[in-house]
């Protein structure tokens, strides 16, 4: 029998899986909090784009608004549930959710940031995976029902990682992987914990620079000042991952030791991460200008941003280890400043203090 799905926060995420799921033949129930969105989708399905017009489709799916969930006592249970809202609404999302699951249903964080702890805080371990969507997605929702990729897709990278946190590849997480390859190439790894904070690393060099300075990917990483503090957040982060005990992947395309020898004074390995970063060598050939981060369209937006479950977390593990991570922790207050409206987001923003 097929599996019910169900995916909690239908935003850019949420929304660009769960219309593909749908489109191969899924059975899929998108559930977002914001009416004007859910109700486009209702009414006109999802509005899927990206760098060709092969992937430009038009998806009717099956989308419920927040106080529409009750409905799901009616229904059959749910199998698996990718919850996919921000980490600060992790614990109430799967709180919510925890009573329509089926006996052996299962809760996947699809989540930037590690939420693992916090999903399985409600719903126990035995019912918790992780899926990491790697930093060659990237996409946007800039209008209600419309969700834009702003990279190309690339048969060589996968997308998603499907992690048990025991570390053991099971049948549930090659399920969950397969199930996941209708979307883009996906895996079950056994190294969940890795996979998360190598991810932590892509987003904690890119996500609040580009919140707290107003840049999208490409000026950002072509700013020569403010590429150099992309690259002192890289480093620092893969040195506490590595005093973590963690097994790194490279951070996007760059090489993880060559990282770490550039933040400790390695002209020679600086010089070749720049180079990586400026000449196309990590993913900028295929990134459209229009491409922002997660935490950048957040900022646009108003919203709340995830800086202190992400740089303040690299920090606050820094501190925990012994460590300092000063410029994760310059970039945590420098985004709650723009957050706040006490300054605009501008380059000098991240130039100060470093």
């Not at 799967?94 to 009573?99: A, E, K, L, Y």
């Not at 979307?183 to 609040?208: H, I, Q, Y």
């Not at 090489?255 to 070749?272: C, H, I, N």
């Not at 606050?316 to 957050?339: F, K």
């Amino acid at each position: 029998m097929s599996k019910r799905i169900a995916v909690i926060g239908a935003g850019a995420v949420g929304g660009y899986v769960g219309a593909h799921m749908t489109a191969a033949g899924h059975d899929v129930t998108l559930i977002d909090p914001w009416p004007d969105h859910v109700e486009q989708m209702q009414a006109h399905g999802l509005e899927i784009y990206g760098m060709t017009p092969a992937e430009r489709m038009t998806v009717k799916v099956n989308a419920m608004h927040l106080t529409e969930v009750q409905n799901l006592a009616k229904q059959k249970p749910i199998d698996i549930a990718f919850v996919s809202v921000k980490s600060y609404d992790t614990v109430w999302a799967t709180t919510m959710f925890r009573q329509y699951l089926s006996a052996s249903g299962c809760v996947v964080s699809m989540q930037n940031c590690i939420n693992e702890e916090r999903v399985a805080g409600v719903i126990g371990w035995g019912r918790t995976l992780g899926c990491i969507v790697t930093g060659g997605v990237g996409v946007d929702l800039y209008q209600p029902g419309h969700i834009r990729r702003g990279y190309a897709k690339r048969a060589d990278i996968t997308s998603f990682y499907i992690g048990e946190p025991s570390g053991k590849i099971t049948h549930r997480s090659q399920a969950i992987a397969e199930i996941m390859s209708s979307v883009d190439a996906a895996k079950a790894t056994d190294n969940l914990w890795g996979e998360r904070w190598t991810k932590l690393c892509v987003n904690g060099m890119r996500n609040g620079v580009s919140a707290a300075t107003g840049m999208g990917g490409n000026a950002r990483d072509n700013h020569p000042a403010v590429r150099r503090v992309c690259i002192q957040l890289a480093g620092e982060s893969v040195l506490v991952g590595q005093k973590l005990g963690y097994r790194l992947g490279k951070v996007g395309a760059l090489p993880v030791e060559m990282l770490a020898k550039a933040t400790q004074g390695d002209s020679a390995a600086y010089a070749e991460i720049e180079r990586l970063m400026t000449e196309g060598g990590a993913g900028q050939a295929e990134r459209s200008d229009y491409q922002r981060p997660s935490m950048a369209q957040d900022m646009e937006k108003g919203r709340r941003t995830e800086i202190e479950f992400m740089n303040g977390f690299i920090a606050s593990e820094a501190a925990r280890v012994g460590m300092q991570a000063p410029t994760h922790e310059m970039l945590t207050r420098q985004v709650l400043r723009v957050e706040r409206g006490e300054i605009p987001p501008r380059p000098e923003n991240v130039l100060l203090n470093t």
